[in-house]
């Protein structure tokens, strides 16, 4: 089916073409023509679908002979979690707009607000936002929501794990309660349906149309998946032999602290290896310099924590690797979503330790299938990771699995509710509050 048979005019299909793109996606098909009908629309589907094009596309058909926009005046509305995710949205929406007449730029916080607030001083027709800096920029005056038609959450799922939940509600209370409402999101919890309820409580007669593309359980059928068991100390000398004996020519390795992921650039350093990080602490101009590197192939590894799960579009990236396993089976999803995209072939590697059992069973229990293993020659394990168990259910103290012995054991009492450091390490979801 061509992109023109869901109702797209001729200067965004031409654009498209451009692109590259040929055909719409599974989730293109079914939400444009909602979005076009004007239907508020609550889309689950996984990352690398083309959730973007899904909701851009038709917003731009909408505003193709819109009239002058007033000063400090928006028409849509698009909030994501991450200022790399505006940034990725922004650009997409540049480059499928390249033939109209349509304003957009993003805002986000780590930046100075001066040039932003200038530029929407002419009114911008589509405007990306973090919710922090969105809430700055109207408390100073710097735009006004009277004219806005169209509000989208993009990555829905994200913004209510990162506790963007009240910030969002400050600013729809701020809106036209005549609006359209679109919802995206890679996974579809019960806090997130609660924010899509209020979200589209607009004063509009008919419910949220829903769909969904495919089960939340389930990855790209295109990434293939492996992991290997291995001892939290042997964890960068084996990274360093991949990368070198397999040639890899690109990766993204995704892990949970920022201060891990200095200190693997610098063990990756002394083998040779020229790396870079992205996580919080570094400023917005080196990241957005680090991940145009990446994106153009001058920078061949990538050591990014959870800020970069979600918003990177590097085209047609070889493999992500899980350094470090995450907590929730959404973040691995949304991890691994990074390659493999619209429809092209990935491999996603994870390094498992013995203390990531429990976030094991709960990944494969979520994906309801066991990830292949490998073992790698000249890195032997001490403890090796149990098989998972498929039907695990995650508790607050769930049992962890014991490796054989022919020695007598000892128990010892413990105190109730008490945590060893390394649990708390290994287990513990990262938060990171951009905006």
């Known amino acids: 089916m061509p992109f023109s048979n869901l109702g797209l005019s001729d200067p965004i299909c031409q654009a498209l073409q451009t692109l590259g793109y040929t055909a719409p996606t599974p989730i293109q098909q079914q939400a444009m023509p909602l ?38 005046r928006i028409r849509a509305l698009v909030l994501t979690p991450t200022r790399e995710l505006a940034i990725q949205v922004a650009d997409n929406v540049a480059a499928y707009s390249q033939h109209l007449n349509i304003t957009s730029m993003a805002v986000y916080g780590g930046v100075d607000a001066e040039p932003q607030k200038q530029r929407l001083i002419e009114g911008i027709d589509i405007l990306v936002a973090t919710p922090g800096r969105l809430l700055d920029l109207a408390h100073q005056r710097a735009l006004h929501f009277d004219a806005l038609e169209v509000l989208v959450l993009d990555e829905a799922d994200r913004m209510v794990d990162m506790g963007f939940v009240d910030d969002i509600n400050k600013i729809i209370e701020r809106l036209p309660s005549v609006r359209q409402n679109l919802l995206f999101s890679a996974t579809m919890s019960d806090k997130v349906r609660e924010l899509a309820e209020n979200f589209a409580d607009s004063q509009v007669a008919t419910p949220a149309v829903e769909i969904s593309v495919s089960p939340k359980t389930q990855a790209a059928t295109t990434i293939q998946q492996w992991l290997i068991s291995v001892d939290k100390d042997t964890k960068s000398a084996l990274l360093s032999h991949l990368i070198k004996t397999e040639q890899w020519d690109q990766a993204l390795i995704f892990i949970e602290k920022k201060h891990a992921a200095a200190k693997l650039v610098v063990q990756l350093a002394k083998r040779g290896i020229v790396a870079e990080a992205i996580h919080g602490d570094r400023s917005q101009a080196m990241r957005e310099k680090i991940l145009a590197d990446f994106k153009s192939g001058k920078l061949k590894y990538l050591v990014a924590t959870g800020v970069a799960a979600r918003g990177l579009d590097i085209g047609e990236l070889s493999r992500v690797v899980n350094y470090d396993l995450p907590f929730k089976p959404e ?60 039907n695990f259910v995650r508790t607050s103290k769930p049992p962890m699995p014991k490796t054989p012995s022919n020695k007598p054991s000892r128990t010892r009492a413990k105190a109730p509710n008490k945590k060893s450091s390394s649990d708390k390490d290994e287990n513990r979801p990262n938060k990171h509050i951009w905006g």
């Open 35 to 72: 979005i076009l009908s004007g239907k508020d629309l609550i889309a689950t589907a996984q990352t690398g679908t083309g959730k973007t094009g899904a909701f851009i596309l038709p917003i731009l058909e909408r505003f193709n002979q819109a009239g002058n926009l007033r000063g400090k």
């Open 331 to 390: 973040d691995y999803i949304h991890r691994i979503g990074r390659t493999g995209r619209a429809g092209a072939t990935g491999e996603a590697i994870s390094f498992v330790a013995f203390g990531d059992f429990k976030n094991l069973c709960a990944i494969e229990s979520r994906l309801d299938h066991l990830i292949e293993r490998k073992q790698i020659d000249g890195f032997p394990v001490r403890k090796t990771v149990p098989i998972s168990v498929l």
